[in-house]
């Protein structure tokens, strides 16, 4: 007795049922043509949905061919309301799923388009954190964005604004795993300036040799007198001279 009564406690109206719906799908014709069903019928003004099968319409998780077994399993009045409600539903999932589709799609051509210096470094940031923790890692919640709006925004960092996002998630990575034997970060991003990163699985910082050849391609290619950006320029030599070489 104690075990029903708390089902009927937890079981709902129809009426419940379309009050909870989206704003969106609460605009469209057909849910007007629900309305008017739903307020047509005393016996779908009576019916009560059990916490399962509120779920299956709600999700939806119900097919529009088995309605016939719903209407069995869980006592409810054969009606036109259910697959005009199961219709409306089933087309709202797959115009979510579309856009959630089409949303990603856009999100990952734009971080498959960042500058190729940003891309050098989230690699590396991930290659660094997989040593540790493979499962959640930190930098997805800050350079995996979830919406379109992230996505454009990362795309439009500059070099100095994506020097600065580096060096609060090198600060992230040191607190979360104090075992990273990371260099100092002052270091990784003259590195990463050079395009020459410590390797991911030791942290161990390039030596002075490969640093060098590392300096001589990036002033090459940012040369002023070859067309190179003088800002990008200055920024290679003072990384050279911080690391000593």
């Known amino acids: 007795m104690g075990a029903r009564g708390r089902s009927k ?4 109206s129809l009426a419940e049922l379309l009050f909870r719906q989206p ?17 047509a019928s005393a016996a779908l003004q009576r019916a009560r949905l059990e916490p399962r099968a509120y779920r299956l319409l709600a999700a939806p998780r ?8 719903f209407y069995r399993t869980y006592s409810l009045p054969v009606h036109d309301f259910f697959p005009v409600f199961l219709e409306l539903k089933w087309t709202e999932r797959k115009a979510t799923e579309a856009r959630r589709a089409e949303r990603a799609d856009y999100i990952a051509a734009r971080m498959q388009g960042l500058a190729p210096h940003a891309l050098s470094m989230l690699e590396w940031l991930a290659a660094v954190e997989a040593q540790a923790n493979p499962g959640m890692p930190l930098w997805k ?17 500059d070099r100095e604004a994506w020097r ?16 990273l034997a990371l260099p100092p970060d002052g270091l990784i991003l003259d590195c990463w300036e050079l395009g020459c ?9 390039p030596d ?15 040369h002023p007198d070859g067309g190179g950006d003088p800002a990008r320029f ?12």
């Open 23 to 39: 704003a969106a799908l609460k605009k469209t014709p057909r849910f007007k043509e629900l309305v008017a069903l739903l307020n």
């Open 9 to 12: 406690a937890k079981s709902r």
């Open 208 to 222: 002075a040799e490969r640093l060098r050849k590392a300096w001589r391609s990036a002033s090459k290619r940012e």
């Open 164 to 179: 600065s996002l580096f060096s609060a998630q090198l600060t992230l990575l040191r607190a979360r795993y104090p075992s």
């Open 141 to 157: 919640a800050r350079f995996e964005p979830r919406s379109k709006k992230g996505a454009n925004e990362l795309a439009a960092q």
């Open 234 to 245: 200055r920024a290679i030599d003072q990384a050279r001279k911080r690391l000593g070489l």
């Open 62 to 69: 119900l097919k529009p061919e088995n309605l016939v077994h």
């Open 197 to 205: 990163l410590p390797d991911p699985r030791t942290q161990r910082p």
